[in-house]
């Protein structure tokens, strides 16, 4: 009976083993599907709203424009055709709310034209469209279908798709714009980046030196005094981080460069990178106590110094390790959210230099996500780029898995 | 005169006296193996030679060791400059993962030499010196892991060689090799005493009886008992002694 018993709870155990660890799994790849699905909708649409169209005149030679163009266009700063391979016209804007631009002073003043040539309830509304666009040689008009004529004088302009180039070397990113959004998320992407790398170029050389110090310099008294408090470090909340910056660092900088505001790249890269200390220590300072010790022992009893020994041969021997700490390091750093959020200064422009704001990847998600309407364009780019961090983190974590199980190959 | 002499040499790891009143002299260009069982102070004694117990906490050292008569645990004394002095190879071979090239070249860049020719001819010579070189020399570019263990313990002998010490000591040098690796590598051992006084350790009684010319036997930490490797080994004066080289207890 008892025999018994025991097999029935191995049995629900084993059967429990196995559901938690598919179910985690099936969570996984369900949770892939959804963003990869969320984040492909969003090529092959046109960038405006559905049921309007960008129309021109028709002796007007230009066929299409992408978003871009349009967003500068209605912006006012493409005042001329030829700037988007059209003939030599000045711009003219037409916007529904200011048909009236286009009457004539005296249409406009006197009620009763206006009536006339627009109807009780709009409904001449498509016609005088028509004459509008019909007149002005380089008008750009954007309307929504149901105010096209029948008999429509001018000419519909093709409004490119977003396709994946547009998206990855976009040089802006106006996701709520109007007529069109645009996205383009270099500028984001660029964000990341260089908050990102600036962040490793600030934490390597300090992690690795509180590495080595710790590893092979410190007393072990020392040692085990430090090494709790810098795996403390990793457990502040980054919310905390990002506090500590807005308060502390931002401050600093904007004092220090004299700048108008001192949410910049600069301050994310600073917060960044005393987040990504503890990752580089640790592993770094692990790689470093795993060298043998007869690797060590060679070395000296060659004559060579400990600092001849740690740089010469206790650095190489674990540079796959501190390696494998600087990447990971870059890891947390390229998904940070909250603390970046908090210190750059959120603007989606290029950054040119380390002292502007810049937006990140994660950043921009986390901002926008609760204005984009859901199944909307904005939406699903932002999905997009989320879809995006995922396959940088991905490949983060996948080189550090490569270079680790090299090391371990050589260990062996 | 003595290349080695050591008086009264006491050491403690904390509170365990390892090293009990060591006093042994040993003449230039002569090989001396210490045998003794496990735990019984002879690898210890091996590494005061050269220093390498400081890497260890928590040890004291009493008495003075002279090498050349010049007191190695002196204050002011220049560790690496002993350590240059005074080469050593492990029990297990321990290259650096580096070319077979930079391993014997690595002694000589970390003393500040930097003239390629220079390298280039020490570095040959040295494993000319070991044994090493006619299995070696096409591929000096390649890792030293892809070397078997036995010319790897060659190959960590010519890198101890490379910067010319005067001393070589050796811990169990052929422990983890095979009879034809251990074969070559006694009669290296042989080779080298023209230039070089060595001290070995070993477990193995007839590596100690072939190439030694002196045996000191080791026994918790004492010497028991110190003398030309003939006499030890035809007619040891001490019982222990006795019993260890026919195979008693150790």
Redo the contacts between chains.
């Keep these: 009976m008892k025999k018994i018993l025991s097999y029935i709870f191995g049995r629900i155990i084993t059967v429990l083993l196995y559901l938690s660890g598919s179910v985690t799994s099936i969570i996984v790849v369900l949770i892939v599907i959804f963003l990869f699905s969320e984040g492909s909708g969003l090529f092959g649409k046109k960038p405006t709203e559905e049921g309007f169209i960008m129309a021109v005149n028709k002796t007007n030679n230009v066929k299409h424009l992408d978003a871009e163009q349009i967003k500068l266009i209605f912006d006012g700063e493409i005042t001329n055709w030829k700037k988007v391979g059209g003939r030599n016209d000045s711009i003219i804007l037409f916007r529904m709310d200011n048909i009236t631009d286009f009457f004539t002073e005296e249409q406009r003043e006197n009620p009763d034209s206006v009536i006339k040539l627009l109807g009780e309830n709009y409904e001449r509304l498509p016609q005088c469209i028509s004459r509008v666009v019909e007149a002005n040689p380089g008008i750009i008009a954007f309307v929504g279908k149901k105010y096209i004529d029948k008999n429509f004088a001018g000419k519909e302009l093709k409004i490119d798709k977003i396709t994946i180039s547009d998206f990855l070397f976009g040089k802006l990113w106006f996701p709520t714009a109007h007529p069109v959004a645009v996205f383009g998320a270099l500028p984001l992407l660029l964000g990341t980046f260089w908050v990102s790398i600036f962040a490793i170029l600030f934490a390597l050389p300090l992690g690795l030196a509180t590495a080595i110090y710790m590893a092979e310099v410190a007393h072990?008294t020392v040692r085990n005094i430090l090494k709790p408090v810098i795996e403390l470090l990793a457990g502040i909340p980054s919310v905390v981080y990002g506090f500590f910056g807005l308060v502390v660092v931002v401050p600093f900088i904007q004092n220090t460069f004299n700048l108008p505001v001192g949410e910049t790249a600069l301050a994310g890269s600073i917060i960044l990178g005393i987040m990504a200390l503890p990752t580089i220590i640790t592993i770094s300072e692990d790689a470093i106590r795993t060298t043998?010790r007869?690797?060590?022992?060679?070395?000296?009893?060659?004559?060579?110094?400990h600092w001849?020994t740690i740089f010469?041969?206790i650095l190489?021997?674990s540079s796959s390790g501190i390696t494998a700490g600087a990447i990971l390091g870059i890891g947390r750093a390229i998904g940070e959210t909250m603390a970046v959020l908090m210190v750059t200064g959120n603007a989606a422009v290029i950054p040119h230099t380390l002292l502007e704001p810049v937006r990140t990847i994660p950043a921009t998600i986390a901002a926008e996500l609760g204005e984009a309407s859901q199944g909307g364009l904005h939406y699903e780019a932002l999905f997009t780029l989320g879809c995006i961090l995922f396959i940088i983190t991905m490949i983060v974590n996948l080189a550090v898995e490569i270079i680790s199980s090299r090391n371990k190959r050589?260990a062996s | 005169m003595y290349k080695i002499e050591s008086k009264d040499v006491n050491l403690y790891y904390g509170e365990h006296h390892a090293l009990k009143n060591i006093s042994l002299q040993m003449k230039a260009n002569t090989v001396t193996a210490l045998i003794g069982p496990s735990g019984c102070g002879k690898s210890t004694y091996l590494r005061l030679l050269?220093r390498?117990n400081d890497?260890i906490?928590n040890v004291r050292i009493e008495g003075t060791v002279l090498i050349d008569n010049k007191d190695i645990y002196a204050r002011g004394i220049k560790i690496?400059?002993l350590?240059?002095k005074v080469?050593?190879v492990?029990q297990?071979p321990?290259?650096?993962?580096?070319t077979i090239f930079e391993n014997v070249a690595?002694?000589l860049?970390?003393?500040g030499i930097s003239n390629k020719s220079y390298i280039e001819e020490r570095v040959t010579r040295s494993l000319q010196n070991a044994a090493l070189w006619e299995e070696v020399k096409d591929k000096l570019k390649k890792s030293a892991f892809e070397l078997s263990g036995g010319q790897q313990q060659r190959l960590?002998i010519a890198?101890?060689l490379a910067?010319e010490p005067s001393i070589v000591l050796m811990d169990e040098p052929a422990s983890a090799l095979d009879p034809i690796s251990t074969a070559k590598i006694e009669e290296l051992i042989y080779e080298l005493k023209d230039k070089y006084t060595i001290v070995i350790v070993t477990h193995n009684m007839q590596q100690a009886a072939r190439v030694s010319d002196r045996t000191a036997f080791f026994y918790i930490g004492e010497v028991v008992e110190y003398n030309d490797t003939k006499e030890i080994f035809t007619n040891p004066k001490n019982q222990r002694t006795q019993n260890y080289i026919t195979g008693r207890f150790g």
């Design positions: 072990p043998p007869s690797m060590k022992e060679a070395s000296l009893a060659l004559g060579a110094t001849q010469k041969v190489p021997y050589v | 050269n390498m890497l906490e690496d400059e350590r240059k080469g050593m492990f297990k321990n290259p650096f993962p580096k690595y002694g860049r970390v003393n960590c890198r101890a910067i």
